[in-house]
């Protein structure tokens, strides 16, 4: 898909997310409008996905013969759901029902609701790594060429069990995983640096043994450059991690810079707001 198609999916999303979070006066705006470019990058353009004669996705649990994403920071899930939506999984309509009761869309992505695309329950940070490094192995045990992919938060690596997965993905050559931080600097409590800082992670993760590259997660040229890098980079004895430089709630010019929009829901004039800065490109569920 073309640069600029890319960028009217990604208005729409981002049209979803500020309205999903509205509509139920809760869920997490920032983090998700930060992380709209890759996913949509991933989906609409770099990822080998299954769909039927008709078009719509296909999915079952196994993902045999196509790569597979796991969101591990799941509190971003307003645009796991309108990607997966937006690319055929379920009807677009169902993102009205977000965080209501009896919804399969949680605040929390959640298997048991059997929502078409997701494949882990995830939210409870740090699990995401390890689970991919899992799967990335079963590919490769089943002489499945497909690759891995898995978004973190620059705030989840304060958990341990990510510097486990670190250690083990390089000892094993889990060659066929491509990892990603989000690196916009804040998390719920405020800026990295001030609640636990990460320091170099580029460095720690080098020294690990993974082939480290950067994006610049907002710029969707850049993301889909670095993902085609990253394909490329596969398969030579190392996990790949990206660092994604993003911006929290970007796209809304009132909710860039600040951990503020985390986890906090728009009013109805800050949705008007916020809507009026994002085409509708694909049409409002």
């Known amino acids: ?10 208005s729409q999303v981002r049209r979803d997310i500020v309205r999903q979070v509205h509509a139920c006066q809760s869920g997490h705006p920032g983090g998700s ?23 719509k996705r296909v999915f079952d649990m196994n993902g045999t013969g196509e790569d597979l994403f ?26 009205a029902t977000f965080r209501k009761l009896n919804s399969r869309l949680q605040g929390h992505p959640t298997t048991h609701e059997h929502l078409e695309g997701i494949r882990i329950a995830s939210g409870s940070l740090g699990q995401g790594l390890s689970v991919s490094i899992g799967a990335a192995q079963a590919k490769k ?10 978004l973190m938060g620059d705030g ?43 320091r170099d992670l580029g460095a720690k993760y080098a020294a690990f ?51 503020k929009w985390h986890g906090v829901a728009p009013n109805d004039e800050q949705l008007a707001a916020a809507l009026a800065q994002l085409p509708e490109t694909l049409g409002d569920y």
């Open 33 to 55: 409008l930060g992380c709209t470019d890759l996913l949509v990058g991933l989906y609409f353009d770099q990822m080998t996905l299954k769909s039927d004669e008709s078009g």
């Open 156 to 198: 989840e690596q304060n958990e341990g069990q990510v510097w486990e997965a670190a250690m083990y993905a390089p000892h094993h050559k889990v060659d066929n995983l491509v990892a990603f931080i989000d690196l916009n600097g804040q998390q719920i409590d405020g800026p990295t640096e001030k609640v636990m800082n990460n």
């Open 141 to 150: 045990l089943n002489n499945d060429n497909s690759l891995v992919f898995c």
């Open 209 to 259: 043994g993974w082939n480290v590259i950067t994006m610049q997660g907002n710029d969707m040229a850049d993301v889909v450059k670095v993902l085609n890098q990253a394909r490329e980079l596969s398969g030579n004895g190392q996990p790949i991690m990206v660092l994604m430089y993003t911006e929290m709630g970007a796209g809304v010019d009132f909710m860039m810079g600040s951990h």
């Open 70 to 95: 796991f969101l591990s920071n799941g509190h971003i899930s307003p645009v796991f759901y309108s990607v997966l939506a937006r690319s055929g999984y379920f009807p677009v309509a169902e993102l």
């Open 1 to 10: 898909m073309e640069i600029s198609e890319l960028q009217k999916v990604a």
